[in-house]
């Protein structure tokens, strides 16, 4: 009797038929709580934030002396300073500053005398300490929704205080193999015994790609014990294989049994070796009859069974590789190191950028974050801004491809669009680097961004962003996009003990200030409102003290080790702290015309005047909406 099959459908009509019933009928990967320790590989089912600071504590940063940075203020080579054993406290590399020090002297810096040190040089508030915050602030997105969890991402995440994390459950494969002939392995079979090794081929295969095999008794070639055992699979696992009995010979039931417990979808794909495939499934359970010939077994799960495990777990792998990027800052090296500089990558028009992370040793976040390793030989002293360089991927380039790259101002609500953005369609990612404004607006020029956050006060008539786009982009080609308005304010110690009513007090004696970086509109915004009070600067203290983020800022405050700090309410309310309100500033989206149509960033406009990003704004606190997403001005190319 010749063989007959049902159908002889094409590979690339079953899949996407097969996926989109399944999807229907609901398929997706259920979620359970596991311990962070036990969660290397895993997919995130929501977005993480940290529960602490990492560090949670101010620690030197060196081996030394702990002092008070006032008093070394004055020190010079012709002028030393004097220090008796009661103004120090000796501290080694990741020891706690005392209480009274804000300040670590190198030991190669001191000299020992009778009755204390010498010191040549003088230190300035906060050097040479690891900040609380500087690595992690709490209430920071660690990671996004769908994301596997690396080796250095759950470092990450303790150092976040998050010991258990809610993940993807891995799907349950049950694998069944069938047949008379088949016998378990051992070391002597008998002629006609086929040992059963396709089970350990497929688990081995399932394990790889993120799922649970499930290896069945060896069921014989009988209709009812077969239809028995895949009873008991569907009911206890997530997906079926069942192996062998595919064809249209005699004993050949799994078809039939399909059909009896579920339904078939197609019976025959067009593909060789692999045509006896059935795609069959009870609900939202897929039944996959595979042929019991190995090769004709391993191509049909790998090329129907691995797309759905990639489904279930929210996640595509490819193998790493070598690319040519441009480097979007210059990259300085040791000439006596061979090193390796994380970057993060995303392609702005043809071309691949390439923007180094921080390299410090103890900023385990930005290893997480990285998408490639830029290796720079020994005997190198680095490379240029706008060099083209060599970066080994460590994320698929495809979802490069992919990547939404935002270089321009902090502010928490990108982390929030990030994840929308990828909850929404994740072949999608977002990228974001924070520079400050001027940043932002530097990278567009040279076409390394598709958009920038900027919201810089120009203090000749009061607007925000309109007159630096036309001083920056004389010829045009860029848009400015609304995002929101953000209250500017002063982020004080819960209670405001020291009872701070305005940006005239930042200069009281005793007070210490916490600033944001030079180019940042925050910056800008609070040099201008010193310079039109008449406040001199440097009378404030701790002014040059720079932290890159609306969070690390208050994270500073919240820890005592500052008393105040301009920013935005969503960071102050984060971290409990009082707050006194400054203005509403515009906080705009500059996007270059070359990137508009890009499908990034049109996914990113949908978002933006969606209702999920409204109600993310309204969590977060201190946000005016109008009309995000909406085009403010569009600077025409001339």
């Given at each position: 009797m010749a063989f007959q099959y049902l159908t002889n459908i094409s590979l690339k009509k079953a899949k996407i038929e097969y996926e989109n019933i399944l999807v229907g009928e609901g398929f997706a990967g259920k979620t359970e709580k596991i311990s962070v320790m036990d969660s290397c590989g895993r997919i995130t089912a929501h977005a993480v934030y940290a529960h602490i600071c990492a560090p949670h504590y101010h620690s030197s940063a060196m081996d030394g002396i702990a002092v008070d940075a006032k008093d070394t203020f004055g020190a010079t080579e012709t002028t030393p300073v004097h220090l008796k054993t009661n103004q120090y406290t000796v501290v080694d590399t990741g020891d706690a500053i005392p209480d009274g020090c804000d300040a670590v002297i190198m030991v190669e810096d001191i000299v020992q005398e009778e009755g204390g040190v010498c010191i040549y040089a003088a230190v300035s508030p906060w050097q040479n300490i690891r900040q609380i915050g500087e690595d992690i602030c709490a209430g920071e997105m660690i990671l996004n929704s769908y994301q596997k969890i690396t080796p250095s991402a759950i470092g990450a995440l303790i150092a976040g205080g998050v010991l258990e994390v809610e993940v993807i459950k891995c799907p349950v494969v049950g694998i069944i193999p069938t047949g008379?002939?088949?016998?378990?392995?051992?070391?002597?079979?008998?002629?006609?015994?086929?040992l059963e090794f396709n089970g350990s081929i497929f688990s081995a295969m399932l394990q790889e790609w993120g799922a649970k095999a499930v290896i069945y008794p060896i069921v014989p070639d009988c209709f009812d014990e077969i239809k028995s055992m895949v009873n008991r699979a569907v009911e206890e696992c997530d997906m079926v294989i069942l192996n062998a009995g595919s064809s249209a010979g005699r004993e050949d039931y799994s078809c039939q049994v399909i059909k009896e417990i579920g339904d078939v979808l197609y019976h025959g794909i067009a593909i060789k070796p692999g045509k006896p495939a059935i795609l069959g499934y009870q609900k939202e359970k897929p039944i996959l009859g595979v042929p019991g010939y190995p090769v004709s077994g391993i191509i049909v799960i790998e090329e129907i069974l691995h797309p759905l495990i990639d489904l279930w777990n929210h996640r595509k792998i490819a193998e790493p590789q070598y690319v040519d990027a441009v480097l979007s800052r210059a990259v300085v090296s040791s000439l006596k190191y061979h090193e390796f500089v994380r970057v993060r990558l995303g392609y702005v028009g043809k071309r691949l950028i390439a923007s180094p992370l921080s390299r410090g040793s103890g900023v385990i976040s930005s290893f997480m974050k990285a998408d490639g390793m830029l290796e720079v030989p020994q005997g190198t002293e680095g490379y240029e801004a706008g060099k083209t360089v060599t970066v080994r991927l460590l994320?698929?380039?495809?979802?490069?491809?992919?990547?939404?790259?935002?270089?321009?101002?902090?502010?928490?609500?990108?982390?929030?669009?990030?994840?929308?953005?990828?909850?929404k369609n994740q072949e999608i990612y977002m990228s974001s680097s924070h520079v400050g404004s001027m940043g932002g607006?530097?990278?567009?020029?040279?076409?390394?961004n598709h958009i920038?956050?900027?919201?810089?006060?120009?203090?000749?008539?009061?607007?925000?962003?309109?007159?630096?786009?036309?001083?920056?982009?004389?010829?045009?080609?860029?848009?400015?996009?609304e995002c929101v308005g953000r209250m500017q304010g002063l982020m004080l110690a819960p209670g405001n003990p020291l009872q701070i009513q305005g940006v005239e007090d930042l200069q009281r004696k005793g007070l210490r200030y916490v600033n944001r970086q030079?180019?940042?509109?925050?910056?800008?915004?609070?040099?201008?409102?010193?310079?039109?009070?008449?406040?001199?600067?440097?009378?404030?203290?701790?002014?040059?003290?720079e932290e890159f983020t609306h969070t690390s800022v208050a994270a500073q405050i919240e820890s005592g080790?500052?008393?105040?700090?301009?920013?935005?309410?969503?960071?102050?309310?984060?971290?409990?702290?009082?707050?006194?309100?400054?203005?509403?500033?515009?906080?705009?989206?500059?996007?270059?015309?070359?990137a508009w149509d890009t499908p990034m960033v049109q996914q990113l406009i949908e978002i933006l005047k969606s209702d999920?990003?409204?109600?993310?704004?309204?969590?977060?606190?201190?946000?005016?909406?109008?009309n995000p997403g909406e085009v403010r001005e569009w600077f025409r190319s001339v």
């Open positions: 008379d002939e088949i016998i378990p392995p051992t070391e002597d079979p008998k002629p006609g015994d086929i994320r698929p380039l495809s979802e490069l491809k992919k990547m939404l790259v935002a270089i321009g101002s902090h502010d928490p609500l990108l982390d929030e669009l990030a994840d929308l953005l990828h909850r607006i530097m990278s567009a020029r040279r076409k390394e920038a956050g900027i919201h810089l006060l120009d203090d000749k008539n009061g607007t925000y962003n309109v007159s630096f786009i036309k001083k920056y982009f004389p010829h045009g080609g860029v848009r400015l996009v030079k180019g940042s509109g925050t910056r800008i915004l609070i040099d201008y409102l010193c310079k039109t009070k008449g406040i001199q600067t440097n009378e404030i203290y701790g002014y040059e003290r080790s500052a008393d105040a700090g301009m920013g935005i309410y969503s960071a102050a309310n984060l971290y409990s702290l009082d707050f006194l309100p400054i203005c509403i500033e515009q906080y705009d989206l500059l996007i270059p015309d070359e999920e990003f409204k109600a993310c704004l309204e969590k977060l606190g201190g946000y005016k909406i109008g």
